[in-house]
């Protein structure tokens, strides 16, 4: 892979370098000529003294005279005159040759790519390390944002796929609601293992509880822990990593403690795993309760992101 990548930036930058004209070359040295001998930013039309609008007859009004400055018999004495006459002459043929002024105007509208080395190249931007460094910081931030999209969908198709294997262990396969309370052990899968008795058990069981159109994840103390997609962590840029870094910081020096979202999908998961047990999909009617003092239920359960009671059903 490495060398594909390779190979095609060569053949970019090569393909780069070929992609101009002999034409083109000329232009370029010509232009790269008369800058460094007449000053930099001079061009074609500059020099003869026209507009870029100029016609072919202005243009040869302009070349006449021009010549007749820089005409080595008059100006025998000076240094490069005769490569200046030479190059006034080029000028002259390329604006009047309709290809060639197209091909020079062309470049003079959007610019002349700089020689390089091994050929003509754009002077491309070249951005400092402040520019860098938010490219950097836009980019990772977002596939992290994409990565929570993809982590959210996959959980609450999860959620769904144990929502849905409850009722169907509860009510059957034609899903026909039953009234009570129905706990069921439903696979949340996982490598085949061994149960107690030595046998396989293609997963982990988790015992559930389906009451009405509500679903419980049955906890050991006998509590139960709502199951419903709410559960499944949302994306959220706060929730990237620069923006939580900055929060953090914000909140160290504030002193106030930063949010923790990821909470209570923690407890859900940990929940899930805790609860996991070998066994065959199968429902009853009898449903447990946590333990009680003075005939309350104490467990506790944790659903929307508050700490709330268990719900007991009667």
Known sequence: MRFVFLLLTVLALVSAAYGWTKEDHEIFDLTAQIEAAEGKGTTFYSWLEVPSTASVAEINKAYRKKSLQLHPDKNPDVKGIHERFARLGLVASILKSPAGRERYDFFYKNGFPRWKGTGYYYSRFRPGLGSVLAF???????????????????????????????????????????????????????????????????????????????????????????????????????????ISLLTSQISRVTGRPAESPMDEKAEVDASVDDEASGGETTSTGDVSEGPARNGKPLATTKAGGKRRKAVRKR
């Open 136 to 242: 950097l910081i836009i980019l990772s931030s977002g596939l992290q944002y994409v990565v929570q999209r993809l982590n959210y969908k996959r959980d609450v198709e999860r959620i769904e796929r144990f929502i849905r294997e409850a009722r169907t262990a509860a009510w059957g396969p034609k899903m026909n609601p039953l009234e009570g309370p129905r706990k069921v052990k439903v696979n949340i899968g996982g490598p085949p293992r061994l149960d107690e008795d030595g046998n396989v058990v293609p997963g982990k069981f988790i015992d559930m509880v389906v009451d009405g159109q509500e679903v419980f994840i049955l906890e050991s103390d006998g509590s139960r822990l709502p199951l419903d997609t709410s559960a499944a962590t949302p994306p959220s840029l706060k929730r990237t990593w620069f």
